[in-house]
T-cell receptor, first 118, second 111 residues
Framework: EPEVTQTPSHQVTQMGQEVILRCVPISNHLYFYWYRQILGQKVEFLVSFYNNEISEKSEIFDDQFSVERPDGSNFTLKIRSTKLEDSAMYFC????????????????FGPGTRLTVL | KNEVEQSPQNLTAQEGEFITINCSYSVGISALHWLQQHPGGGIVSLFMLSSGKKKHGRLIATINIQEKHSSLHITASHPRDSAVYICAVQNYGGSQGNLIFGKGTKLSVKP
């Protein structure tokens, strides 16, 4: 069964360093998402991506964050200068779209990357 | 302000019990999702609903659009059902499907 994969599973970095989190969505999916979950808190939306551009982004997704689909299979989240408060689990998800251009289908989540900023 | 509220926050049950987890939301939605998060952190999609009822094995999900309420039921609960169950909604105004999450219900089923 196709699945979303994420690497690495755990990333430890120093404050101020750049990190790139990688995701491989399911191959025929069109919509891609990044979410994050700070320990003990609810999952929060960061950004959605469709047709090689950002569709929507939350207030969390500031200038320190960027996303890219560099080669048609990988989907990456870059944090330019990490802060302590960026420590969280980051989830990638993907879905296909069948209805009037809206992402109306089930989202498939990757296993997450746990980012620890020291 | 919480757009998605779940109850209870924590639930302990004995194996075999019938379990209900509730979700209320305050925004117009195009769909509601029930997700399961395992202790290791991974998230699995259980259901996506826009009306009525869906059943998969021992899991049943219902939604009442007029009342802005959904329930997830687990029949004949088992210790392997222990996980956090998360309700998430797709805002009707959003076109790209990003989800608004509840805080989750932590379920523990004792043998």
């Amino acid at each position: 069964e196709p699945e979303v994969t994420q690497t690495p599973s755990h990333q430890v970095t120093q404050m101020g360093q750049e990190v790139i989190l990688r995701c491989v969505p399911i191959s025929n999916h069109l919509y891609f998402y990044w979410y994050r979950q700070i320990l003990g808190q609810k999952v929060e939306f960061l950004v959605s991506f469709y047709n090689n551009e950002i569709s929507e982004k939350s207030e969390i997704f500031d200038d320190q964050f960027s996303v890219e689909r560099p080669d048609g299979s990988n989907f990456t989240l870059k944090i330019r200068s990490t802060k302590l408060e960026d420590s969280a689990m980051y989830f990638c998800a993907s879905s296909d779209s069948l209805l009037s251009g809206r992402a109306m289908n089930e989202q498939f989540f990757g296993p997450g990357t746990r980012l620890t900023v020291l | 302000k919480n757009e998605v509220e779940q109850s209870p926050q924590n639930l302990t049950a004995q194996e075999g019990e019938f379990i209900t987890i509730n979700c209320s939301y305050s925004v117009g939605i195009s769909a509601l999702h029930w997700l399961q998060q395992h202790p290791g952190g991974g998230i699995v999609s259980l259901f996506m609903l826009s009306s009525g009822k869906k059943k998969h094995g021992r899991l049943i999900a219902t939604i009442n659009i007029q009342e802005k309420h959904s329930s997830l039921h687990i029949t004949a609960s088992h210790p392997r059902d222990s996980a956090v169950y998360i309700c998430a909604v797709q805002n009707y105004g959003g076109s790209q499907g990003n989800l608004i999450f509840g805080k989750g219900t932590k379920l523990s089923v004792k043998p």
